[in-house]
Nanobody, 120 residues
Framework: QVQLVESGGGLVQAGGSLRLSCAGS????????MAWFRQAPGNEREFVAA????????YYADSVKGRFTISRDNAKQTIYLQMNSLKPEDTAVYYC?????????????WGQGTQVTVSS
């Protein structure tokens, strides 16, 4: 089935920007709802942003609204997370996830994660 591979993480100073990418495989990628989650050391995994299969609807956690933008390019089978005005509290491993619509509110496929570190 589908495989997801994140890239674009790294070290950035507070106030800076990063753009994460998640490349997916499979012919049905364009039908999946997609999302980004993150997990900091000692914390539970938390929702960051989601985008519908067509890209027509997006959703954001309150903590990132106005700073992060999720987008997708189905022709390239890739989703993105543009992260601006980064804060130290954004430091986490960021995971890409896909919803194939088989079960409501469940993400069925996950990437391995990419580290984002924001220094002050």
């Amino acid at each position: 089935q589908v495989q997801l591979v994140e890239s674009g993480g790294g070290l950035v100073q507070a106030g800076g920007s990063l753009r994460l990418s998640c490349a997916g495989s499979g012919r049905t990628f364009s039908t999946y709802g997609m999302a980004w989650f993150r997990q900091a050391p000692g914390n539970e995994r938390e929702f960051v942003a989601a985008i519908s299969w067509s890209g027509g609807s997006t959703y954001y956690a309150d903590s990132v609204k106005g700073r992060f933008t999720i987008s997708r390019d189905n022709a390239k089978q890739t989703i993105y997370l543009q992260m601006n005005s980064l804060k130290p509290e954004d430091t986490a491993v960021y995971y890409c996830a896909a919803d194939d619509h088989t079960t409501p509110l469940r993400y069925d496929y996950w990437g391995q994660g990419t580290q984002v570190t924001v220094s002050s």
